[in-house]
């Protein structure tokens, strides 16, 4: 069964744009040592809860986003060794020095998880208008 590695991180918007280029190569990287999928999602509807929430996550500051991702593995033991490559590929220590980031590191969280529901539609046939 597939394995799914999660990180939510703080990503300044005035850095958003480099954070986009960071994890478009990152994410390369992930792809061609094994990954299933790489995706990277800002924030677009997450409010501070009472109790918890994305923003309040990763302590939020004004100037910032909330960047949630995930990266699918065929399986857990297949995501280790898929790690184990990216970690010693020389293009990912090249983007590795904290201070070069474009978050803060720091308030970032992150976890391997087992799925226990995996559901996807069917493809659908086309039902829009045909163009003139």
């Given at each position: ?76 033991k297949a995501r280790d060794a898929i790690n184990a490559r990216v970690m010693a590929d020389p293009r990912l220590a090249a983007m ?37």
């Amino acid at each position: 069964m597939a394995y799914v590695d999660g990180f939510v991180l703080p990503v300044p918007l005035a850095k958003l744009g480099d954070y986009r280029k960071l994890a478009r190569k990152a994410g390369k990287i992930w792809i061609e040592h094994g990954a299933l999928a790489y995706t990277e999602c800002v924030a677009d509807d997450v409010k501070p809860g009472k109790l918890t929430s994305f923003p309040q996550s990763v302590k939020l500051k004004a100037d910032e986003t909330v960047v949630f991702a995930w990266i699918v593995y065929p399986s857990r033991k297949a995501r280790d060794a898929i790690n184990a490559r990216v970690m010693a590929d020389p293009r990912l220590a090249a983007m590795a020095d904290p201070a070069s980031h474009p978050f803060d590191g720091k308030r970032m969280f992150w976890g391997g998880f087992k799925p226990i529901v995996a559901l996807e539609a069917a493809p659908k046939a086309d039902l829009s208008p045909a163009s003139p």
